[in-house]
C-alpha cells in the first residue's frame, strides 16, 4: 500500500488557477461545512464514508483531499483510494489551516450546486469578446473546473436559462451582470469572495478591455486587440474559448508573478529577456 503522504498550503496555493491545479475533494461532514460553507477553489463535496465511488472520476488526475483539520477524515479517504491506485495527497492542517492563512475561499451562497457533486451550467449571448471569455475561465479555474457554458443568440439566453436550468450572465437585468462601471467579471470576484491580488490586478485589465477604458490600464488594448483577433478566428464559439483559456492563464501567471520583470534590448546582464 502506497505511504501517507500530504500537500503544503503554500504548494497547493501555486498551482490554484492553473491548468496544473489537482481534483480537489472536500470531505467534511455536514456539520463542519454548515460551520464555514465555503470551499477550497474548485473543490467539490464528497462523502468521507463513499469515497469509493469517486475513484473513477479521478482516473489519471492528482487528488487532493481535505477536512476540517487534515485529519482521520481525510487521511482515512485518502488511504482507500490509495488502494486503488489514485495518486493522492491529504492537505496539511485541512480547511481551518488553509482558512486561517487567509488563502482564497469560494462562497457557495449563490451556487448551491457547489454544495454537491454537480456541475454548473451557464449560459450567455454567443460570439463572446472579453468578459464572456474572462468569466468562464475564472470559473472553470476557480469554481468549477467541469462548468458547462451555453453561447446562444441574445434574445434567447433568458429563455434558455429557464428551460435547461442554466445561470444566465453577462445580459442586462440578471444577477451574474455589470454593476455600476465594474464588469461581470468584478462580480464574480465579489459574489464568489474570492480576491487575491493577481486577480484584481486582471480584473481592472478586464474592465477597461470591456469598456473601452483602455486609457486607465496599459495591458487593456492588448488584451482587446487579442480577444478580437481570436473571435475572427474562430465561427465556433466553444473552440474560441478552448483557445482563450491558455490567454487567460498567461495573463494570470504575469499577473501573479511575472509584473517586475522587463524585456531590454540589448540584452543587459542579470537581466531576463
Not at 492528482?62 to 493522492?88: D, E, F, H
Amino acid at each position: 500500500m502506497a505511504s501517507f503522504n500530504e500537500i503544503s498550503l503554500q504548494k497547493l496555493s501555486k498551482l490554484i488557477g492553473t491548468p496544473e491545479c489537482p481534483l480537489i475533494i472536500d470531505v467534511r461532514i455536514d456539520d463542519d461545512f454548515a460551520d464555514d460553507p465555503e470551499l477550497i477553489p474548485t473543490a467539490f463535496r464528497h462523502p468521507h464514508n463513499d469515497i469509493l465511488s469517486i475513484v473513477e472520476k479521478t482516473c489519471n488526475r492528482n487528488v487532493i483531499i481535505y477536512c476540517q483539520k487534515g485529519l482521520k477524515l481525510s487521511q482515512g479517504a485518502a488511504a482507500i483510494l490509495r488502494n486503488q491506485g489514485v495518486n493522492v495527497e491529504t492537505l496539511e492542517g485541512g480547511q481551518l489551516a488553509w482558512r486561517d492563512a487567509n488563502l482564497p475561499m469560494v462562497s457557495t451562497n449563490q451556487i448551491p450546486a457547489l454544495e454537491s457533486n454537480k456541475n454548473t451550467v451557464w449560459v450567455t449571448r454567443h460570439r463572446p469578446k472579453i468578459d464572456r471569455v474572462a468569466c468562464p475561465w475564472f470559473i472553470r479555474r476557480f469554481v468549477d473546473p467541469n462548468a458547462q457554458f451555453l453561447f446562444v443568440s441574445p434574445s434567447q439566453v433568458l429563455n434558455v436559462a429557464e428551460k435547461f436550468d442554466a445561470i444566465p450572465f453577462d445580459v442586462e437585468g440578471v444577477f451574474w451582470s455589470h454593476r455600476g462601471d465594474k464588469c461581470t467579471f468584478d462580480t464574480m470576484l465579489n459574489e464568489f469572495n474570492i480576491h487575491m491580488e493577481a486577480l484584481d490586478r486582471l480584473a481592472k485589465i478586464i474592465r477597461c478591455a470591456d469598456t473601452n477604458s483602455n486609457n486607465l490600464a496599459p495591458e487593456a488594448a492588448g488584451l482587446l486587440a487579442v480577444s478580437l483577433g481570436l473571435s475572427r478566428m474562430f465561427r465556433d464559439d466553444l473552440k474560441q474559448l478552448d483557445a482563450a483559456m491558455l490567454l487567460y492563464d498567461a495573463l494570470f501567471r504575469w499577473a501573479r508573478d511575472a509584473t517586475d520583470e522587463k524585456h531590454d534590448w540589448p540584452v543587459t546582464a542579470g537581466k531576463h529577456n
